[in-house]
């Protein structure tokens, strides 16, 4: 039974990691840009699984684990610092916060 | 259960020093809430003894090295050094926070058990042998700092540093995990030692493309944590917006460890290919130290300028990693352990100047502080001459050594323009001096105020530490030295 | 028999039985809460009203579908169709019974077994959020949002409780499969007391259960914890601008998701089809004679009429029950009707639990809520799971 | 069957991935995300890592993507403004962005080759047993140090997020 070459799913990988580099770097809503993290973080975790399966191991999907649960406290956390940003300058566009500068 | 991944005794000794920081941080969270609003700086001093008791623990397991947890860490003469260095800066940081987290949100005593264990990610991170491990120290580290950041949640400033903090470092994150997946799919295993072991042997190595490629997506990473070059850009903000102790813990504790980790995977995992990244390096130590300290030249702000001068500091270090030896690495050491001193002293005194809400911060509020506060001035020039690289301060030893082993390694244009960069440097400190000591203080200037015990304790042994680096450099290069060459054997 | 065929067929089946029930659910609902509330209830369509929700769903069909100018389109059409989808899919893992024989197929009496079951349920429950949170938000209108974030808000707190609940069972059953559950709690102590996980040793789960249940009206949204649509403040939540069959997808996923939740606490802590006591002791005569205690119930007051149609229906109640207990005698069918009886009368009775709770108590405050959930129901659930993992440490 | 499956999911995560960066409505973006989410869940499920499949839904649909579309709820996040980083940023960045796709991509196909390909149900050493087995006898240091990691997250958000005082 012929299956899907493993390739594919890293390409796959590979192409939503860019999307997320892309979504950070273009977009301006800080939580759009978020988001675009966790897509990051997504991708990593597919190329992961392929891997883990290249091996035939469960070490990957180990790793995976910990990603998802690293992911769920960044959230909670950036979540909770875009609170706090909100809640002193009552908007979302990051070019609107810079108050640090020279 | 087999029996054999039930840690043993050993395991646990290995690991004593993260457990008795996690384990202080917990009873102080416990604690906060029992404390009265005006009593919440207890949990401050017990964290306080908690990270004594922690550098007690650090003495005690290094009597015990070797491997633990089937290899996901190893306690050796490099892990040591480091974990002295990063619980020091902790207890350092909270001592000096113990009256400005006071003065400034002085409902919530959490930021002391959130830099405890902040300490805790540094320390794993500097015994990590496993990407599993440094990946969850280094997130650990970054998470509780990112919070310590934006800890005084009604200012916009260190909110925003919170945030700024938060997203680079996260968007760099996922560059690690990246390249972790590479070089997991690319040798099969996590583990440094291992991973070393496969790129060596030409015939089963991965093709070399793909091994560049993971390493060079971790560096990417552990360059944003360092603040190395093109990923310099977030460290100004988030260090002018932090809280000034915060500052002063960030630019010396999650820096070091992130710097243990960066030479333990170069040196460890990535050794046999050091002819791909060595190049790469080079050019990275250059950029940095050349952006922080022509950028340093026009800062009028002091948080910030000591920001662009950790940028450049942190080039200085990136020479020695570029030297890719022994003395490279032990150069590493003994600049991260002299530049925490020298940095947190500075802080220590731009707190203290800064005072109730950190607003005088400008170098026209340094005018005549010599005059003002001579102590703190004179101190000030201790750790300004240091970072300048004076003879007799520790500084000057660090950068010695640093393009000792550049030479070593003959990296002979690097080092030249490493020396060019110091003198650049010079300048900006000198401004400061100059400020200090010869201009007249601006109209409506406050009167001096007296140094509280906790910054004046932090000032004195800083620069105590600072001065007796600087005369008996070989106190910590031997531990230095004898930790690099640990860190290689195979 | 074919595979894909059998499976058809009892998707079929199962479809068609959960649908009904859905509808009839309500029907029991309104006619219970009457009672509690002495009243009549569904009176008029039909005898008894039992044609009432027949009746309700022509009325929901061809109702006009209004779609308010002020609504997000996409999100305000997906959500519904997100709501009822999703809380119909986790019946696919519940098993009704054992293993049977029917017509020389053999074949289990549940769509599929998992061995991630009890995570497939957990996670469909947590996804199912999305179509309160999303019809709150895509209704552009302020009661709404208000009621699809306090949606959001609960049921991410339930649901910590909830799965912590879930764990402990799970510790001595020792797999996540829910058939291979129900077979864990299989067995009689002394020969007498079943081996549920309620009663099982060594850790008696009869906390978790409570806590299970508590976090389960949490997660339905009802009654004491229908703050979501709570009509007095919140108009009527995240459907206030839902009509027609946008909104009987609402309420059936609501129905759906009580329907499948019962079902989990019959699986994990109620010994799922097992009887409550061996079949020495006569357990597979029980519904024969509950059946026939109802239909000769039923039969007297059809010949002793309290109201004059009751004369004509309640008769024919009876010898359908009558008929239904002879039905339960046949040695034939028992194989598979029994574990299906006692499957139905667990969950039936958990129904009734809800709808009784729902005509007795009153609604919490917001605060009240979340202060419970947090501050009560977590510490109690994270000490009972360690509890029980001692436990079974020790002893198991 | 396989490739069948693989490229519907796969054009799915795509599809929802672009929809991500390029939409200008936080919920848009946030409800594409779980697109992207539950997808791969499904080619974790061909890639026979079926306990990563469903802590893929319960994490990150169930409670991430949840706690992110409770913010923009709550924080009413409307459209993002036109314009966003400058041009020369977009015109440089989109191709190089493609071409660095197709580098990695090309490092890939030489990397792996093409006979290697994945048949679901060839491994089946992903069921929560072996995922359990594994974090509790080999990974026990990680899954007991992650620990530490929530517990500073809970406190952050905490701290961060907690109830004004004023």
């Known amino acids: 039974m012929a299956g899907v070459p493993l390739a594919w799913y890293l390409i796959l990988s590979a192409i939503l990691f860019a999307l997320g580099i892309a979504g950070f770097l273009f977009r301006r809503n800080l939580i759009t840009m978020f988001m675009s993290i966790e897509l990051m973080l997504n991708a990593v975790n597919l190329s992961f699984v392929a891997f883990s399966y290249k091996f035939g191991r469960v070490d990957g999907q180990i790793f995976t684990f910990f990603v998802m649960v690293v992911a769920a406290a960044e959230a909670a956390v950036g979540l909770a610092i875009i609170l706090a940003v909100f809640r002193t300058r009552k908007t979302l566009a990051v070019d609107e916060i810079d108050s640090l500068k020279y | 259960m087999p029996a054999d991944f039930i840690p043993s005794t050993q395991d646990l000794l290995r690991l004593l020093p993260e457990a008795v920081l996690v384990a202080a941080g917990t009873i102080g969270l416990v604690l906060e809430p029992l404390l009265r609003d005006s009593r919440k700086r207890v949990t401050g001093v017990f964290s306080l003894a908690g990270l004594i008791v922690a550098l007690w623990a650090v003495v005690v397991s290094r009597a015990y090295p070797g491997t633990a947890f089937r290899n996901m860490i190893v306690v050796d003469g490099f892990a040591t050094f480091f974990r002295t260095l990063v619980i020091a800066v902790g207890i350092l940081t909270v001592i000096l926070s113990l009256h400005y987290i006071q003065r400034e949100r002085p409902e919530s005593g959490e930021f002391y058990p959130l830099l405890v264990f902040s300490v805790a990610g540094q320390c794993l991170m500097a015994v990590g042998n496993e990407l599993i491990v440094i990946f969850i120290g280094l997130e650990i580290s970054s998470i509780a700092s990112y919070i310590l950041a934006g800890y005084l949640r009604d200012d916009p400033r260190s909110n925003e540093s919170g945030l700024k903090y938060f997203l680079l470092g996260s968007f760099a994150t996922a560059f690690f995990l990246y390249g972790v997946a590479w070089i997991y799919g690319a040798t099969g295993t996590t583990n440094l030692r291992e991973i070393g072991d496969i790129i060596a042997k030409p015939e089963i190595r991965p093709p070399l493309v793909i091994v560049g490629t993971s390493a060079a ?241 932090v000032l004195w042994f800083s620069a105590g530490a600072t001065l007796l680096l600087g005369i008996f450099p070989t106190l910590v290069l031997q531990f230095a030295d004898q930790g690099a060459s640990l860190a290689l054997v195979r | ?254 129905y759906a998701n009580m329907v499948t939740i019962t079902a989990v606490a019959t699986t994990v802590f109620l010994g799922g089809w097992m009887a409550p006591f061996p079949a020495e002791y006569g357990s597979r005569l029980v519904p024969t004679a509950v059946l026939g205690l109802a239909g000769a119930l039923a039969l007297y007051h059809g010949f002793h009429p309290l109201r004059p149609r009751d004369r004509r229906t309640l008769p024919v109640v009876g010898v359908v029950f009558l008929v239904l207990a002879g039905v339960f005698l046949l040695p034939a069918v028992q194989s598979w009707l029994l574990p299906l009886f006692w499957f139905l009368a667990k969950t039936g009775a958990l129904l009734f639990l809800f709808i009784w709770v729902r005509g007795t108590l009153p609604r919490f405050r917001y605060d009240q809520l979340m202060r419970f959930g947090w501050k009560f129901l977590f510490p109690v659930a994270v000490v009972n799971l360690f509890a029980t993992a001692l436990l079974v440490a020790l002893f198991g | 069957m396989d490739t069948f499956l693989f490229l519907i999911f796969a054009a799915i995560a795509v599809g929802c991935g672009v929809i991500v960066v390029s939409q200008r409505h936080p919920i848009h973006s946030a409800i594409s995300l779980i697109g992207v989410m539950g997808s791969l869940a499904v080619l974790y499920l061909l890639l026979g890592a079926e306990f990563i499949a469903a802590t893929q839904v319960l994490v990150y649909a169930g409670a991430v993507m949840v706690l992110f579309l409770f913010v923009i709820m709550l924080l009413n996040a409307g459209v993002e403004p036109p314009g966003g980083k400058s041009w020369p940023v977009r015109l440089l960045g989109i191709p190089l962005l493609v071409v660095l796709l197709g580098v990695v991509s090309f490092l890939i196909r030489g990397w792996i080759p093409v006979k290697e390909t994945v048949v679901f149900g060839s491994f089946t050493g992903g069921g929560p047993r072996d995922v359990g087995g594994a974090l509790f006898t080999e990974y026990l240091l990680p899954f007991e140090i992650v620990s530490v990691l929530i517990l500073v997250a809970i406190l952050g958000a905490v701290v961060l997020g907690g109830k004004e005082i004023d």
């Not at chain 2, 170098?363 to 101190?379: C, I, K, Y």
């Not at chain 3, 649509?229 to 206030?240: K, M, Q, S």
């Open chain 2, 217 to 457: 997506l971790m560096l990417v990473g552990l360059a944003f944590k360092v603040a190395a070059a093109p990923f310099q850009i977030w460290a100004a903000d988030v260090y002018q917006g932090a809280p000034a102790p915060v500052t002063a813990f960030l630019a010396a504790g999650p820096k070091a460890a992130a710097f243990a980790v960066m030479v333990r995977i170069l040196m460890v995992a990535f050794d046999p290919i050091g002819a791909a990244w060595e190049p790469l390096l080079w050019i990275v130590a250059l950029a940095t130290m050349t952006i922080g300290n022509f950028a340093a030249l026009v800062q009028d702000n002091i948080k910030r300028l000591l920001a662009y001068s950790s940028i450049a500091h942190a080039g200085y270090v990136l020479v020695a990693v570029t030297a890719h030896s022994d003395a490279g690495s032990a150069a590493v050491m003994f600049y991260l352990a002299a530049y925490a001193f020298m940095n947190v002293g500075a802080f220590a005194v731009v707190t203290h100047v800064a005072r109730a809400g950190e607003r005088r911060l400008s170098l026209s509020d340094f005018a005549g502080l010599a005059r003002r506060e001579p102590a703190v001035a004179g101190l000030f020039t201790i750790f300004l001459l240091s970072l300048i690289g004076i003879p007799l301060t520790g500084g000057f030893f660090g950068k010695f050594y640093i393009f000792k082993a550049a030479l070593e390694s003959r990296l002979y244009l690097l080092t030249i323009l490493g020396l060019l960069n110091s003198a650049v440097a010079a300048y900006y400190y000198l401004r400061v001096l100059v400020a200090m000591y010869f201009h007249e203080p601006a109209a409506g200037t406050v009167e001096a105020m007296p140094v509280t015990p906790g910054v004046s304790f």
């Open chain 3, 1 to 254: 028999m074919n595979f894909y065929l059998l499976t058809v067929l009892k998707t079929a089946v199962v479809a068609a039985a959960l649908l009904t029930t859905l509808a009839y659910l309500q029907w029991i609902e309104r006619k219970v809460i009457a009672h509690i509330q002495i009243r009549m209830g569904p009176y008029r369509v039909g005898p008894h009203g039992l044609l009432q929700p027949l009746a309700d769903v022509i009325k929901l069909l061809t109702k006009e579908d209004l779609i308010p100018a002020h609504v997000n389109k996409f999100f305000y059409m997906l959500a519904p169709f997100l709501a009822v989808s999703l809380a119909l899919i986790s019946i696919a893992v519940i098993p009704f019974g054992p293993e049977i024989e029917i017509g020389g197929t053999r074949t289990w009496m549940q769509l599929t077994d998992l061995n991630i079951g009890i995570l497939f349920l957990l996670a469909i429950s947590s996804v199912s959020v999305y179509g309160i949170a999303l019809g709150g938000w895509a209704s552009n209108n302020k009661y709404s949002l208000l009621g699809s974030l306090r949606s959001a808000a609960q049921m991410i707190s339930y649901e910590l409780p909830l799965g912590l609940a879930l764990a402990a069972p799970l510790l001595m059953a020792g797999t996540l499969s829910l058939r291979e559950i129900v077979y864990a709690q299989s067995g009689y102590w002394f020969g007498m007391i079943p081996k549920w996980a309620v009663f099982q040793m060594p850790a008696p789960q009869v906390i978790g259960f409570l806590i299970f249940l508590i976090a389960a009206f949490a997660e339905t949204n009802r009654l004491p914890f229908d703050l979501p649509e709570a009509e007095n403040e919140l108009v009527a939540g995240f459907h206030t601008e839902y009509s027609s069959m946008k909104f009987a997808s609402f309420f059936m996923a609501e």
